[in-house]
């Protein structure tokens, strides 16, 4: 994150006006509230902060925020928040949106964010279920899963998220979900101050669609916290092996964080333009670059 | 403890006085969202409960900050709003789609259990004995409202054989 101003703000300073029409109990309902507590945590004023976010149930959720929004096209949340960071690096830049939306038909964008190190902060609201569309199987539905669109069972692996992002090399990867909202606040607040890419999994429960073993009940019979393990966050291979578990633990804690940060995309560009600006031509000049001598 | 950041042996009187009010105003906040979201899904009943808990949650807290006014002005309060997580407000889990009136009070019957337990938890570690004090009455006034939600539940008429969720659609309908 590159700060600017930070001022003292209230959590309510980051809620909208607008009220969310998710259904009741829905687990997205507790990620907002951690979002504005991490946010009033931060201290950024909310006009420098942009909020980006594809289609489905949890991608309304920039609205909900006094940040600026930009509710966009299905899959497509980071490479508009990337085009946002890059047009104003001073922003502090979010993305969001389901398990459908992030790892389907957007999927393809995460290693390239990774790669470039971004400075974004990507919060995922995986539910394991296309819930808008009213329950279908999601890339991180369980293997035998039944659901509308596979009435038999599923016959597919779930993605891991968490896996998926260690092995392309995020330097912030964490899980947070609701039966731990101060845990949530400090894993979302902690993402959002690494500088560079930072990814954040969060196991949101559907009331409507999703089964009994993923609402909260459920998912605190298998949760367990990463700090209590003893867990090092800076060892990315001891990530990956709690990673692989996803699915059959909640892990909730910080999995990786990069102990020495790489320069994130916006500080090579910035270094680059400094470079060239050295032998850069005047305005009035700069058609001589394309005459032949 | 759901709550982050305090030391509950170093609050003075002024931080548990804006910490009281905070708790109030996050309940009242929660009910507020969930009367919007019973209206919005057509359960005006529950919506009708959930607003007289934002009444009352706003009137105690409206006491409490008179109260914090009275001793110690506008002195800028030290502790905020993200220091305190779902103290007395219902968790957002509480909330379902058309619920009773009977479930809605039940919801609103464990949140202030939950802050009994919060305060009564906190009582040991509270080194300042007026802040001990307060805790102590902010324990004793959650018994309160205990009773007040027993005795809205007990207006109620008997609950049907037959409840409104049996008419709700099964999640997963595959057709």
Redesign the interface.
């Known amino acids: 994150m590159n700060g600017t101003t930070t001022m ?1 703000f ?3 300073d980051y809620k909208s006006d607008l ?3 998710w ?5 997205d ?2 990620v907002v ?1 951690a979002i504005y ?1 991490a946010l ?2 931060i201290g950024r004023p909310p006009h420098e902060i942009a909020f980006v976010s594809g289609i489905g149930c949890s991608s309304r959720i920039p609205g909900y925020t006094t940040a600026y929004g930009f509710n966009s096209v299905h899959g497509r949340s980071l490479p508009i928040a990337q085009g946002i960071k890059m047009a104003n690096p001073e922003l502090l830049v979010l993305a969001a949106g389901g398990d459908g939306d992030g790892f389907s038909i957007g999927g393809g964008h995460i290693p390239h964010m990774i790669r470039r190190n971004m400075d974004i902060t990507y919060i995922v609201m995986d539910n394991q279920i296309y819930g808008l569309t009213k ?1 279908q199987l999601s890339p991180t539905s369980k293997k035998g899963r ?3 669109t596979s ?1 038999h069972g599923s016959l597919e692996q779930p993605v891991n998220p968490l896996l998926y992002a260690l092995a392309y090399g995020a330097g912030f990867v964490a899980q947070a979900a ?1 039966i731990d ?2 845990g949530m ?2 894993t979302i607040e902690e993402a959002i101050r690494y500088p560079g890419f930072a990814f954040v999994n969060i196991q949101s ?1 559907c ?5 009994e073993s993923q ?2 009940k459920g998912l605190k019979a298998i949760s367990e916290s990463l700090p209590a393990l003893g867990h090092n966050p800076a060892d990315r291979l001891a990530a990956m092996d709690l990673a692989q578990h996803y699915g059959d633990k909640l892990h909730l804690g910080v999995f990786y964080r990069n102990p020495e940060p790489p320069p994130t995309y916006g500080d090579l560009i910035k270094e680059r333009q400094e470079l060239l600006s050295k032998d850069a031509l005047p305005r009035e000049r700069i058609l001589d670059l394309f005459i032949k001598k | 403890m ?3 950041g305090f030391d509950f042996a170093k609050l003075t009187l002024m931080d548990a006085l804006d910490l009281a009010v905070l708790v109030e105003a996050e309940a009242k ?1 929660r009910y507020e ?2 009367a ?3 209206e ?2 057509r359960t005006p009943e529950a919506a009708r409960f959930f607003r007289y808990m934002v009444e009352n949650e706003t009137k105690h807290g409206e006491q409490l900050a008179q109260r914090r006014q009275e001793l110690f002005g506008s002195t800028k309060a030290v502790v ?3 220091m305190l ?2 103290v007395e407000a219902p ?7 058309f ?1 009773t009136p009977r479930a809605a009070m039940a919801a609103a019957l464990e949140s202030e259990k939950k802050a009994y337990a919060f305060f009564s938890s906190a009582i040991p570690a509270i080194k300042d004995p007026q802040v001990r004090a307060l805790f102590a009455e902010l324990r004793d006034e959650e018994l309160e409202h205990q009773d007040l939600v027993h005795a809205e539940l007990a207006k109620l008429p008997e609950e049907a054989l037959v409840s409104d969720e049996d008419f709700v659609d099964p ?4 057709d």
């Open positions: 003292e209230q959590p309510k009220k969310p029409i259904c009741p109990g829905c687990g309902f507790s509230a507590r009033a945590a329950g039944t659901s509308s009435r609701p909202i101060a606040a400090a429960p009331v409507t669609y999703g089964e609402q909260i | 759901p709550t982050q906040e969202e969930f919007y979201q019973m919005q899904h905020n709003g993200t997580f779902d968790d957002y889990d509480a909330a379902r789609a619920m999640p997963n309908s595959p």
